[in-house]
T-cell receptor, first 115, second 113 residues
Framework: GDSVTQMEGPVTLSEEAFLTINCTYT??????LFWYVQYPGEGLQLLLK?????DKGSNKGFEATYRKETTSFHLEKGSVQVSDSAVYFC??????????????FGKGTLLTVNP | DAGVIQSPRHEVTEMGQEVTLRCKPI?????LFWYRQTMMRGLELLIY????????DSGMPEDRFSAKMPNASFSTLKIQPSEPRDSAVYFC???????????FGNGTRLTVT
């Protein structure tokens, strides 16, 4: 079945540092890929998405590129802020019958940014 | 838009007691999802509804769990009897249409002692 593997956290960075959170997936065909963010005490929010190979999703300074050859969707940000401290989830949705209910989430990576 | 509203935010109960979690989806959203989040298993889909009808409950762990959606603006997830291994954060999410982004509530943190 489909699966998503994220780098284990926690990740602790200083403000303005470069961030990479690795995500690889296993799926049949070409799924859509997502990053969700969960701030403390809140539910998940969609951060960015990519629906086909070589697409780059971006939002709030975060970027991720859909790499079919490496089955990866790594999240990056050039300069993190304290307000980016949260848990980040990589997720996929299969191409065929791609209903929301078939979203597969990774286990999440906790990011803490210190001033 | 008030977002997805869940209640209570925190619930502490003793093993064997009945627990009811509540969710009000965003108005106009026709899909509603219940997820469970734990450290060990991450985020798991328990059940989802379309137009108030349960579509897939294969993620419900056992018969102690049940969910209802009596109308478009309200859903409940009930655990009876509760067990310590049910301790988790339970999220409700809603969406307009089959492929639109999910909107999550802030969750209910359940602790069963």
């Amino acid at each position: 079945g489909d699966s998503v593997t994220q780098m284990e956290g926690p990740v602790t960075l200083s403000e303005e540092a470069f961030l990479t959170i690795n995500c690889t997936y296993t799926a049949t065909g070409y799924p859509s890929l997502f990053w969700y963010v969960q701030y403390p005490g809140e539910g998940l929010q969609l951060l960015l998405k990519a629906t086909k190979a070589d697409d780059k999703g971006s939002n709030k300074g975060f970027e991720a590129t859909y790499r079919k050859e490496t089955t990866s969707f790594h999240l990056e940000k050039g300069s993190v802020q304290v307000s980016d401290s949260a848990v980040y989830f990589c997720a996929l949705r299969p191409r065929s019958g791609g209903s929301n209910y078939k979203l597969t989430f990774g286990k999440g990576t906790l990011l803490t940014v210190n001033p | 838009d008030a977002g997805v509203i869940q209640s209570p935010r925190h619930e502490v109960t003793e093993m064997g007691q009945e627990v009811t979690l509540r969710c009000k989806p965003i108005s106009g959203h026709d899909y509603l999802f219940w997820y469970r989040q734990t450290m060990m298993r991450g985020l798991e889909l328990l059940i989802y509804f379309n137009n108030n009808v349960p579509i897939d409950d294969s993620g419900m762990p056992e018969d102690r769990f049940s969910a209802k959606m009596p109308n478009a603006s309200f859903s409940t997830l009930k655990i009876q009897p509760s067990e310590p291994r049910d301790s988790a954060v339970y999220f409700c999410a809603s969406a307009r249409g089959d492929n639109s982004p999910l909107h999550f509530g802030n969750g209910t943190r359940l602790t069963v002692t």
